[in-house]
């Protein structure tokens, strides 16, 4: 599943670099916001499995919130973990927020995530993105050695 993460991230680094530098376009914003979460879905579902095969849960929860709340509860003092849920969290919430776009096809393309109450969520630049990027891969690669680590 680790590997499969970061086929996603793969996918993501071309639409940043080579897709979002010819089209600037907020389309281009959520569809590496997407592959980003994909990827960290598919981290949480490694950790899963591990906790699974080393009994500490019986079944893997259906929903994604379960699942959060089952890793957060077994993996309380790692930081790094705590902090890849909360990422994740924040990025689920630009998904599925109201999005409108800022000076497309130009240089600083901004997607803007709006709540439903109205309140903007986050702006996502390139920088952003990149930033989220580089994250989601720290994250990737911290959970892949841990998991190695620990079998």
């Known amino acids: 599943m680790i590997e499969g993460a970061k086929q996603e991230l793969k996918r993501a ?7 979002l530098k010819y089209t600037r376009t907020m389309d281009v914003l959520a569809s590496v916001i997407k592959r980003l979460i994909s990827s960290l879905e598919l981290v949480l579902e490694a950790i899963l499995q591990w906790l699974l095969k080393k009994k500490k849960i019986k079944a893997i929860p259906s929903t994604y ?9 077994n993996f309380k003092k790692d930081v790094t973990i705590q902090e890849m849920l909360k990422f994740y969290s924040y990025l689920m919430r630009i998904d599925k ?3 409108s776009g800022r000076g497309e096809f130009r240089k600083g393309v901004t997607l803007i995530a709006i709540d439903e109450l109205g309140d903007v969520i986050g702006e996502i630049n390139l920088e952003k993105i990149k930033e989220f990027y580089l994250k989601t891969i720290e994250l990737v690669d911290y959970t892949g050695e841990m998991l190695d680590n620990k079998k």
């Not at 680094?13 to 080579?18: P, Q, S």
């Not at 919130?65 to 509860?73: C, F, G, H, S, W």
């Open 65 to 73: 919130k379960n699942k959060i709340e089952v890793i957060r509860a």
């Open 13 to 19: 680094d071309h639409l940043i670099f080579v897709s």
């Open 97 to 99: 927020a109201e999005h």
